[in-house]
Every structure is written in C-alpha cells, then in structure tokens.
C-alpha cells in the first residue's frame, strides 16, 4: 500500500529498495506515521485542486495534484540544474505565464502508477479480513492473541492510509519533464534559497531530512542542491477540518486497539502488567500530542479570542474576524526555522517513550506465544454467523 514519492534520476536500485524497506518497517513500528503523512498529503491535493480550478483549470484531478506533490514535475531552465517542483510551486509558475499548463490527464498519470484502484481494493478486502476474524472470535469466546492484536491496530491503520493515497499513483519512477524558456534570474529575481529556487513560493517540507536532522548537526544526505527529489518525510500541511478529526480519532483508535488487551492472559503477571502500561503510555502520549496540538492550532488561528468574544463580546468579533483573515493571507511559513528549541525538548521525551513502549508491545506480541491458552488454536464456526439449514 505505500506510495512513495518520485526517486531522484542517481537513486540506484538498491537505493530505492532500501528506503521502501525502510518505510515498510515504519509501517509496522507506527503505522500511524504513514498515516498523519499520507493525511497531510491528502488535504495538499485538495487545495491544489481547489486552486487550479480558480484559475479556470476544471481537469486538474487529485492525482494529478498528488503527482505533483510527489516531485513528478522536474523543471528544466536555460543554463541550471533541473529540479521536481511541487504542486503550489507548479501553481505559480502556471499562473505567472513561466510555463504551460501542463496538459496530461488523469488516466496518463494513473498509467504511471503500478498499482490500480482495483488492485488497492483487492488489498484492502485482504487485510480486512483480520478485522472481521477478530470481531468473530471475541463474539464467539475465542482467545485472540497479542500478535493478532498488533496486526489488528496495523491494518486498521492501513485502511485509513489506503484512503487517503486512494488517488496518489504508486512506484513512479520517471518524472515529466518541463522546460522553460526564463532563465532562473528571471523567475526567482535570485532570491536566496535552501532546497530548490522556489523556496520563496513555497518550501518542499517541514520534513524530518531537511529540518530536524540539521538542527541535531546530522549530516543530510543527499547534500545535493538543488534537491533532486521531495523527501518521503515532507509533511506539507496539517490536516483541516474533517480530516483533522478524522486523523485524531485514527491515531486514537490505533492505541486504544493495544489497550484492548487490557484483559489478556500472558504467560506471567510481569508481562501483563508491562502491556497495560506500554498500551496506557502510547494512548496517554497520543491523547496529549493531540491536546497540545490543539491547542497550539487554537492559539495560531485566533479561535481562543473568537471563543472569548463570541460569549463575552460579540461587537469585536467582526473586527476580530478581519484581522486574523488579514494575518492569515500575509503569513509566511517559514519551515527551516522548525523545530523549535523547545518543541524539540518537549517531543524527544516523549517519542522516546512512546518508541520503547511500542518495542514492548511488538516483542510481547512474539514472546506471548510461547505460552498461549487453547483456544486461540481453535477455529472460528462461521456457520453460526449464517443462515444455513
């Protein structure tokens, strides 16, 4: 099920090979990282789409805003290195008459991918399966395991994940090549950048290569500049709306599933009580993220002075509503001033903590089996969920 994005042109096979190893692993380990990414991917799309049709464009699809989010532009300017432009960057430059609209359809960029809508669902049906055995063998009595449990939480994860990459093609390997007749002093006015010209329109992360390794002094590899893929770890933009909610309740739902073991026999009371605290740990930290979060958004939107006005002066609401929509349309992101001293300090802790819980709960999930009681090697009686004579 994963959609990685587009690999640069020197990436070798066993280069591409590794990072997709790497990024299934991250999918057993927090399947919810995947998820929060491809969320974040998703509400992209969606103002891409929204913002090419202001501009009269009514064809551009989400695939093709996750195509070009996944650096499947390159642009290629007189006398400069080419490098993948994303979606806002196609945007602008589109807008500003620098280059065409590139007019490639919905079924060419899903032509690309190598994996279909049916082949996504086919998976899917798969792997809710487990879902559905689950739910019958706690309906029947049948004990379910620590093992069953994880997989459980992963491919409930995986389904969401699934959802939202629904539009976004798979294993692309060669990009679509743009050319420009402006020179890059034409376009950017030799602004000063980071990753590629287009920072100033738009920056491709907050992500972990580009922003957290530099500030623990890691070495970031590729050094190449300008960057010759969009990092898999970029996270564009946070979710809005619905999808945030959904996101919250998804990652949620994905501890709690470990807190459902609350009950389970393990082979000692030790490894019981070990599981209720790693379970306890990953849905307090998750729950505690989200608060933060929320609060943080609430404080950067205005809404706790909106709240405030709406119950104690509804006069200045209007005025307050102006104000903050000036601030939002000036406002720049500046993602290479992320992370935060002190929002570093503050998550280190924690991700430690909720990596070595999420460790246990794996490691348990193998050392349960040693000592597993009867029935969870008795099969489930389908025939009695079914009319049958």
Not at 88 to 111: K, M
């Amino acid at each position: 099920m994963l959609c990685l994005n587009v690999p640069a042109p020197k990436d070798s096979f066993a280069v591409r090979t590794g990072r997709r190893i790497l990024w299934m692993a991250l999918g057993i380990l927090g399947p919810e990282f995947p998820l929060t990414y491809a969320a974040g991917q998703w509400s992209r799309a969606k103002q891409s789409v929204v913002a090419f049709k202001t501009y009269n464009h009514e064809d551009w699809h989400m695939r093709q805003a996750f195509f070009a989010d996944m650096g499947g532009f390159v642009l290629h300017a007189p006398g400069a290195e080419p490098f993948p432009l994303n979606a806002i960057q196609l945007h602008w430059l589109v807008v500003n008459n620098f280059i065409d609209y590139p007019a490639i359809t919905r079924r060419e960029i899903w032509d690309k991918s190598k994996q279909d809508t049916f082949t996504k669902v086919v998976t899917a049906f798969q792997i809710g399966y487990l879902i559905v055995q689950c739910v019958a063998r706690a309906i029947q009595g049948l004990a379910i395991t620590a093992l069953e449990l994880n997989a459980l939480a992963i491919v409930v994860c995986s389904l969401m994940t699934s959802s939202f990459w629904l539009h976004k093609p798979a294993d692309v390997q060669i990009p679509i090549h743009i050319h420009c007749s402006h020179t890059l002093a034409e376009i950017t006015l030799d602004r000063a950048w980071s990753l590629t010209p287009l920072d100033f329109v738009d920056e491709n992360g907050p992500g972990y290569s580009v922003n957290v390794q530099p500030f623990m002094k890691m070495p970031v590899i590729p050094a190449e500049r300008p960057i010759q893929r969009i990092p898999n770890d970029r996270f564009p933009t946070n979710p809005y709306g619905i999808q945030e909610y959904f996101l919250c309740f998804a990652t949620l739902l994905f501890t709690a599933i470990h807190v459902a073991g609350w009950s389970f026999d393990f082979p000692t009371h030790t490894e019981r009580l070990l599981w209720r605290i790693s379970s306890l740990l990953l849905f307090g930290i998750t729950a505690a993220f989200w608060l933060f979060e929320t609060a943080a958004s609430w404080t950067r939107l205005g809404r706790w002075k909106t709240l405030y006005l709406c119950i104690f002066n509804r006069k200045g609401l209007a005025q307050h509503r102006v104000r903050m929509a000036a601030r939002t349309a000036t406002m720049k992101k500046r993602s290479e001033q992320l992370p935060l001293p002190w929002e570093f300090a503050t998550i280190t802790p924690l991700a430690i903590i909720y990596g070595l819980a999420r460790f246990y709960l794996i490691a348990e999930a193998f050392a349960e089996l040693r000592d597993l009681q009867g029935t969870a090697y008795v099969n489930i009686n389908w025939t009695s969920f079914l009319p049958h004579v």
